[in-house]
């Protein structure tokens, strides 16, 4: 009785909105554990290189995982990959609470954060794929990412103060937003239409896996068509490696070179809770990925600006402004991804599955080679490095993709009816 009483004045409330209420806990929780588990691997292993090598195997592991569920589970629907992640997140701080931080335990409890990152991923594609139309993804996307911004930026900040009580206690703080996302999931899909629609983006009624061969050739194709935006996708999640593996260190220096180095990644995270309110309407003029190139440009260049000054205050407002350009040109690349999938029907699951390797792969090599140049140059420096990627990156984009890319629908057909 209390439940249903609870939940009926939410019964008009938009399917996203309460889907991204769901993310905004699981993301409130994942933000403690981004910032405090690099400090507290490099704290314990004393190797910036060691913490990247040790933080990459979650996206390792994270993109085997990505081939196998859209060749074992291509056509489940968004609650199975939620429900999911939702084991998947509560494992992770576990693992750091009651093991000890040796490499072996450190692994495993990135495999789950691996896992979690994925699951996560098929379950926001299909979920923004089957409740909304194509003319509304980048408001999708634009809502779901405020969600998902508010908690990244309440997150750092909290866990700052967090790690001042002790090593672990950031740890146990996140099993509070982990379950307020279950419990809120729990809540609402009995009586919401979340619910409602019981197909995955996949829209075929079998469900038979596919063999390996089969799976191999579709990826091929689709890669075939959607390569550029496969290799922007992995520099803007390079971008993004860089602040939460080296910049949790990097912040962690400025705190002691000044007070206002506690802001650093307060700056990265507010301008995307208001940049995805005009997403929405700044792409029309030149495209969604055009948009997105040209968005990308500019923040690596002021990447390269913000590793020239020593200054805190002019490196705060250069993370921002990096923040606001990269955030565009992600909300807009989410959007273009979601697109291809509503255009390729039953293969749609393949089309994230790519989508999430080019993160993963991101944040294989990220963490590992930006450790290590960190070791040589520091960790501010550093930044310009990605700065050069990214922009290079954006700018043959810009000139070699064209403003629509036709997705193999009668090849895919052709191969799969064999």
């Known amino acids: ?51 990247g090598l040790i933080l990459s195997t979650s996206s390792l592991f994270g993109t085997f995982l990505d081939f196998y569920i859209s060749k074992k589970y291509w056509n489940k ?43 996560r991923g098929f379950s926001n594609f299909n979920f923004i794929n089957k409740h909304t139309n194509p003319d509304n993804h980048t408001l999708a996307w634009s809502i779901l990412n405020t969600f998902n911004s508010l908690a990244y930026f309440i997150g750092p900040m909290l866990s700052v103060y967090l790690i001042e009580i002790g090593d672990k206690t950031t740890f146990y703080f996140a099993l509070i937003p ?43 194709i689709l890669i075939t068509r959607a390569w550029p935006i496969f290799i922007f996708g992995f520099t803007l999640w390079l971008l993004d490696a860089s602040f939460w593996t080296i910049g949790t260190l990097f912040s962690e220096q400025l705190k002691h070179s000044s007070k206002y180095g506690s802001f650093f990644f307060a700056a990265y995270m507010i301008p995307p809770i208001f940049t995805s309110i005009f997403a929405t309407h700044i792409y029309k003029r030149f495209g969604k990925k055009r948009t997105a190139f040209i968005s990308a440009i500019f923040s690596a260049l002021i990447l390269l600006v913000m590793a020239a000054t020593n200054n805190v205050g002019y490196i705060l407002i250069c993370v921002f402004f990096v923040s606001i350009f990269y955030n565009l040109a992600q909300i807009l690349n989410y959007s273009v991804y979601e697109d291809f999938v509503t255009r390729l029907h039953q293969y749609g699951n393949d089309m994230v599955a790519i989508g999430q390797v080019s993160a993963s792969l991101a944040y294989i090599t990220g963490p590992v080679i930006f450790g290590l140049i960190s070791s040589y140059i520091g960790y501010q420096s550093t930044f310009s490095i990605v700065g050069i990627i990214l922009g290079s990156v954006s700018i043959a984009c810009l000139f070699v993709v064209p403003r629509k890319i036709k997705m193999p629908q009668i090849e895919l057909k052709h191969l799969t009816d064999r």
């Open 178 to 220: 982990f379950g307020l996302a279950i419990t809120t999931h729990y809540m609402f899909t009995k009586k919401h239409s979340l619910n409602k629609r019981e197909h995955g983006i996949n829209l075929l009624t079998q469900s038979n896996e596919r063999n390996l061969e089969i799976e191999g050739k579709i990826m091929k």
């Open 77 to 119: 629907k968004y609650g199975f990959f939620l429900k999911l992640a939702f084991i998947a997140t509560l494992m992770f701080p576990l693992i750091l609470i009651f093991f000890p931080a040796k490499p072996l335990f450190l692994i495993v409890g990135m495999l789950s954060w691996g896992a979690y990152y994925e699951l």
């Open 1 to 51: 009785m209390f439940t249903r009483s609870f939940i009926k004045p939410f019964d008009r409330v938009s399917p996203i909105i309460i889907y991204s209420l769901i993310i905004f806990f699981m993301s409130f929780g994942d933000a403690l554990m981004s910032y405090s588990t690099p400090v507290y691997i490099e704290k314990r292993l004393n190797s910036a290189f060691l913490m």
